[in-house]
Structure formats: structure tokens, C-alpha cells
């Protein structure tokens, strides 16, 4: 019996499909979130999940204005307009007003976001660019702390990183900093929260390992080194927005690099500027600084740690 050829199908990468779409990664992104927000609102107050749900709304319609006015496809369905903005919200102080958190929203999602041709195409991530001109359009606002709920005599106070910069009063325990009850952003303040988000991803594999581990462990070391204490570096790591950073902007698949490699060199440059910032700036918290900064040398470092095909030739 006559056998037919099989046809040769021929096409483009990428060959193999994971089956992942960007709705299931954000919606996974989104169910890891979730223990941060119910720590701030149980910490900081029902205030928290106003603020929240203002910058998710406002980057929602901020989207869907911008897809109508340019005619372009509705793209709010894959949920990265409300990650962006559920991050954000995480990263503000919970007596924040409204007013600087729709400003802040519609910076992430239509200046840095839609302008740069959407998902996909921004140069950095939405949410640390509008942390940082929030930073610097409202720093007072930015700057203050909401009391902590749960506290019967609790009183609005400064950060610990404040603290350690000379600010009036005393560094959290490190228990307490485990469970957040200390000043900072209403999302940043529970470690324990973001940790579990953390490994969460890299179970449900939205993330690897190598980006939080390598960011957060070099802080800690350069930390250990300035300080000379290992407890100081630890009240480093559990202060400000440093694991909120490195485990939900620092692997933002858009704006980092994709080789293994890749994300170690980027986390380590993270890593490294966030202490020299904390150390040395003007401001106590360097997180949101360095992953901007460094989402400008993602496609050095993509060029320079990208593995060759085996048998090819440099063009």
C-alpha cells in the first residue's frame, strides 16, 4: 500500500505552547495579591480597600477611554490593566487622598502603559514609574502613615527605614514587622502575606526563584556589610517595599529579562542600587527607584545573557 508523504508544516516561533494565557497569569497574579490587601485592610483600616479599588477602577476606565478614543481592540480582559492598578494601591499609604491616587493611576496606565502601544511594548513597569512620581509630585502624602487598626493605642508613625535615617522612634520587632505592624505602604507591610503571594507564584510557575531570592538576598548582604549586623539587614528586608518589589515588580515579564541569567544580573542591580539609595539618598525607600532604573538596561542585559542556538553563528 502506498504511504503519503507527511506534510511539513512550517512556521514561526514559538514552536510549543504552554497553554497560559495572560488572563490566567494575571488572574494568578491577582489571587496572590489577595493576602497582602486583607493584612492592609485588617491593619490599617476599611480605608485600604477604598484606595485600592480606586486605582483598579481608574486604570480599568483609564484603558478602556484611551482603546475608545484611539479605536484600538478592548484589551481590559486580560486583567493587566487591574493588576496594575491593584499594585499600585498596594504601594500607597492608606491616608492617602483620592485625588493623587486617580493622578498616579492614569500615569501608570496611559502614559506609561498605552502610549508606549500596551501590553507588551512599555519600556518600565507602570506601577514603580507612578510610585516614584508620586513620590515626587506628593511627597508629603506620599510620606505620611496611617495608624495601625488592631493597636488599641496605636498612633500614626514613622517607618522603620525612617527610623534608620534618623527620624524620631523606634524600630518594630521583628516579629511585629513579620506580621506588619509598622508604618509603610497599607500592601508592603505584611511579610508574611507577601511571602505567601511568593510561593503561590512560583508553585502555580508565574515566576521563578531567581529575581526575589537574588534581589532580596543581595540587600540583605550589602545591608549585613554597611551595617555590620545581620539583625539590621533583616529590619532591612522586612522594611518598605522591598519583598512587595521583588516578588511582584521586579518579575514583570514585559519590562525584565527572560534568561535565568538575565534576571540574576537585573536583581542584582536592584538590589544594589535600593541599598545605595536607602543608604545615601535623600529618600529612605529605594525599591520603586532601582527597578525603574533598571528596566532601562533590560535589553542590555537580554542581548548580553541570551543563550546561542546550538550551531548558530553571530550575525
Known sequence: MEQKDPKLIVSVSPHISSGRTTRGIMLDVIIALLPALAAGAVIFGLRSLLIVAVS???????????????????????????????ILGLNLPASIGVYPVVIGSLFA???IKCLFGGLGKNFANPAAAARVMMLLAFTDAMASTAPIKIAADAVASPTPLAVMKGAEGAIPKITDMLLGLRGGALGETCAIALLLGGVYLIIRKVITWH?????????????????????????????????????????????????????????????????????????????????????????????ATKRKPLGGVKA
Open 56 to 86: 483598579i477602577a481608574v486604570c480599568v476606565a483609564g484603558e478602556t477611554l484611551f482603546n475608545l478614543i484611539t479605536k484600538r481592540p478592548h484589551t481590559v480582559g486580560d486583567l493587566s490593566a487591574v493588576v496594575t492598578g491593584l
Open 109 to 111: 496606565i496611559i502614559v
Open 211 to 303: 529575581t526575589p531570592v537574588v534581589f532580596i538576598g543581595t540587600v540583605f548582604l550589602l545591608s549585613w556589610a554597611i551595617y555590620g549586623s545581620a539583625g539590621a539587614a533583616l529590619v532591612q528586608v522586612l522594611s518598605g517595599g522591598l519583598l512587595l518589589g521583588a516578588i511582584f515588580m521586579a518579575t514583570d515579564y514585559v519590562t525584565t529579562p527572560t534568561s535565568n541569567l538575565g534576571k540574576c544580573v537585573f536583581a542584582l542591580g536592584c538590589g544594589l542600587l535600593t541599598v545605595i539609595i536607602r543608604k545615601f539618598g535623600s529618600y529612605p525607600e529605594g525599591v520603586s527607584f532601582s527597578i525603574l532604573l533598571m528596566n532601562l538596561f533590560t535589553n542590555y542585559i537580554d542581548k
